[in-house]
């Protein structure tokens, strides 16, 4: 497996995106989200996206962080080897709502309840999930300065941040952002200018939804007919173009395609594997 590096640290080039896993509707049995998360990771796998708010109602908060902690004390391998990534700054609330708590101590408090269901001395990569107008960003990027400094998180990111949010984290961090977390795809592509500032700061961009998201993935090709036609020239899926021509975007990017099933994360993985040529990159524009 290709890697990529979050700061210092070299992980897969592909990650894998567990929050299908936990979504009320679409998510599978425990059995076949631990047969996911081991494929991926006996692919050589070692980066997995997660977040305290990824579960099916309000009262199960955490269930998505609790379902890869338990995955990884099952799985027989090296643990040590993969770098979690979770977050903390999106609430759940009533049945099945979102909202938003950018407070530090709101931001404390989630980073102690993930510890806990990760089962975790230190949490390998902690990220702001999103800007929580209410309250000043350097108020909740300076709690993760503050956990940083702890020893409590190894590894600070933000999430669905802006250029100039990018460019505050990095400062209030003392030049020790590690990653942004955006949304990019074939159909989702203003993040561009946020890859180029990533590029420039050497921060890792995840692209969230790199197949354009979990109702979308499975017709990406049909929406986008250039990523079907390059992939039947190349004999493999559309999905899989589509994350190797975010890998070519930059060398910065890491997407982290969501799965439920094995089979989703391992045609994944091989796109670390598919180069495409000039011309198919410029054909896919
Ligand atoms: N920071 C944020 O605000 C934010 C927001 C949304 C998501 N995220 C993160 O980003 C990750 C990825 O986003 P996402 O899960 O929303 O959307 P996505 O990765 O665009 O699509 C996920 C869906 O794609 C299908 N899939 C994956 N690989 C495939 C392949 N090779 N061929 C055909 N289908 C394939 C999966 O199907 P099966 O389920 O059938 O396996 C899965 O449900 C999430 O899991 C989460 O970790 C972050």
């Not at 998505?64 to 391998?77: I, T």
Request: hydrophobic share 40%; net charge negative.
């Amino acid at each position: 497996m290709k890697t990529r590096l979050i700061a210092d640290l070299s992980v897969s080039a592909i990650g894998l995106g567990a929050m299908p896993m936990s979504v009320a509707g679409h998510m599978p049995d425990e059995g076949r989200s631990i047969r996911t998360i081991h494929a991926a990771l006996d692919a050589g796998v070692t980066l997995i996206d997660t977040a305290d708010a990824y579960a099916p109602t309000t009262a199960e908060t955490g269930h998505n962080e609790r379902l890869v902690a338990r995955a990884l004390e099952l799985w027989s391998g090296d643990r040590d080897t993969v770098l979690v990534a979770t977050k903390g700054g999106h609430t759940r609330t009533g049945g099945d709502g979102w909202g938003l708590d950018g407070s530090r101590d709101y931001l404390r408090r989630a980073c102690e309840r993930s510890l806990k269901a990760l089962g975790v001395e230190a949490i390998g990569l902690y990220q702001h999930h999103r800007p929580d107008p209410a309250v000043p960003y350097e108020e909740s990027i300076g709690a993760l300065r503050e956990l940083l400094d702890e020893g409590k998180i190894r590894l600070a990111g933000i999430s669905n941040a802006d250029p100039a949010q990018i460019r505050q984290a990095h400062d209030i961090l003392g030049g020790r952002l590690a990653s942004v977390q955006n949304e990019y795809s074939p159909r989702f592509r203003s993040s561009e200018q946020e890859i180029d500032v990533c590029e420039e700061l050497g921060v890792a961009f995840l692209p969230w939804s790199p197949l354009g998201g979990i109702t979308s993935a499975a017709r990406l090709g049909d929406a986008h007919a250039v990523f079907n036609e390059v992939a039947a020239e190349r004999g493999v899926s559309p999905q899989r173009v589509c994350l190797a021509w975010e890998l070519a975007r930059s060398r910065v990017v890491i997407p982290i395609p969501g799965a439920s099933r094995p089979e989703s994360i391992l045609d994944s993985v091989a796109a670390a594997d598919l180069t495409l040529t000039g011309e198919e990159l410029a054909r896919l524009g």
